[in-house]
């Protein structure tokens, strides 16, 4: 589904390493490439392979993009408490940050700037896997955004993760769809 559009989203996301940052983006890079004209992606991630900062940038656009950079983004996924603050400071005018409130207690201060609240940790949890807090997440940003479709996330999940058992898979898509739920009972 190509369009000659206007389109353009700005995601930044942001976490712990180990906790799918670098998935989330990967994810979001293939279903965006189904859709956009434009797809960038920059990773950031410490030398350590789990518990480091991690960070990645996600622009989709229907027009060229000069940067991945982004100094105050559209939105952002938060899903650490120990980047609370740089980054909701960082957040654009009228932007979303979506934070995992199962491990982040802190409440968004700055004017401005939309919060949304879900507890992606406890909904994982709840679902059996704990790794899936980043799908629930960014179901959520999906639901919130209308940035790709659905069928383009799921489309992503089955090539990046094909590998998987049928019932990861299953669990992966169901984890988004229960944070697409929960964002648009928020909105």
């Not at 994810?27 to 991630?45: P, R």
């Amino acid at each position: 589904m190509k369009t000659n559009g206007n389109r353009r989203f700005e995601l930044m996301m942001v976490g712990l390493g180990g906790r799918g940052v670098q998935l989330l983006s990967r994810i979001l890079t293939e279903a965006g490439m189904a859709e956009y004209e434009h797809v960038i992606c920059l990773g950031n991630y410490a030398p350590v392979v789990r518990g480091g900062s991690s960070e990645s940038t996600l622009v989709l656009s229907d027009q060229e993009i000069s940067s991945p950079i982004m100094f105050s983004p559209q939105a952002c996924i938060l899903m650490a408490p120990e980047f609370m603050a740089p980054y909701e400071q960082r957040m654009s005018n009228g932007g979303i940050l979506i934070l995992d409130s199962s491990v982040i207690s802190n409440k968004v201060t700055k004017a401005g700037v939309k919060p949304v609240y879900i507890p992606a940790t406890d909904i994982a949890s709840k679902m059996g896997s704990m790794q899936v807090a980043n799908m629930v997440l960014m179901g959520a940003w999906v639901a919130l955004t209308g940035a790709v479709a659905i069928d383009s996330v799921d489309g992503a999940i089955d090539k990046l993760l094909g590998g998987k058992r049928a019932e990861v898979l299953a669990l992966d898509k169901k984890a988004v769809r229960e944070g697409m739920k929960l964002a648009g009972a928020k909105a």
